[in-house]
């Protein structure tokens, strides 16, 4: 397998997709011609989008608010002139059987997450879903653009039928530390006071509490983990991932280094981050 092979199928895996008959349905049928004066005139109504939503179990919303109703949605729809309802909506492997009975049905919305190869290659070969390479090129921004071509970001035969399921968050990871027990042992951090813990900072803290157990503990080892220790996503709490990606590692994740696809679990980098939480 050659590294663009390699490289179109791991950007296949987690895909947005949008189906022919929303950017058909605005493009065509909604969208008024040019008025005799040279202008485009409004569109007279709002343009119905349906949506196969992958949801999370117990949300609480404010309000009384829903998935198909928030203020997200309600946003959305005054910005864009649209009308957003869900077709369906389903968490974990639920959705994903949601997504095989609209394939195999022939009732698909016009938006929906395609969490495999197989499903996206299907619905490209049936021409179900639209080619949205001009559109992507029109309308997304620079840095979008860099993220997808840092990765040869093209869902299938160079084309951009999908939108894959890139991470755009550039915040920091966040790390709660007990204030008491740090006044307690006079421990002092973030001198210049931007709000920042340098990794060197969080190692001397979490030895400290280690060594000195200011809560007395019976058996004190140190800070806690998710037991997958490393997440899928930059923003998984309780992981690893902040003190790897200080050090130039990036876990459960495919990238390209030196010319080579490699995958960030296994990297020198990823080994000196396990060796710090040790």
Known sequence: MNKKEIGRRLTGMTMA?????????????????????????AVSGPVTVSIGRQTLQNVTFPNG??????????????????????????????????????????????????GSLDELEEL????????LTGVYEEYASDYLKKLYDSF?????????????????????????????????????????GDGCIKRDELESIAAAFRDQNPENAENPVGIAFAPSLTGGSPDDTYSLNAVAYSMGAYPKTWMEKDGEIIYGSTSEEMK?????AA
Do not use: H
């Open 65 to 114: 608010d829903t998935y198909e109703d928030n203020a997200y949605i309600r946003m959305a729809e005054k910005e864009l002139n649209i009308d957003i309802v869900d077709a369906f909506e389903a968490t974990g492997d639920d959705y994903d059987r949601q997504v095989s009975l609209a394939l195999s049905a022939g009732d698909i919305p016009d938006m929906m997450k395609v």
């Open 152 to 192: 040869e970001g093209r869902a299938i035969d160079g084309k951009m039928v999908a939108l894959p399921g890139t991470n755009v968050d550039t915040s920091p990871g966040i790390i709660w530390v007990r204030s008491d027990w740090m006044e307690q042992l006079g421990i002092k951090v973030d001198e210049d």
């Open 272 to 276: 000196q981050a396990l060796a710090v």
């Open 17 to 41: 997709v949008l189906l022919t008959g929303t950017m058909a349905g605005c493009a065509a049928s909604d969208t008024p011609s040019d008025t005799a004066s040279g202008g485009t005139s």
């Open 124 to 131: 490209y070969e049936n021409d179900l879903i639209a080619d």
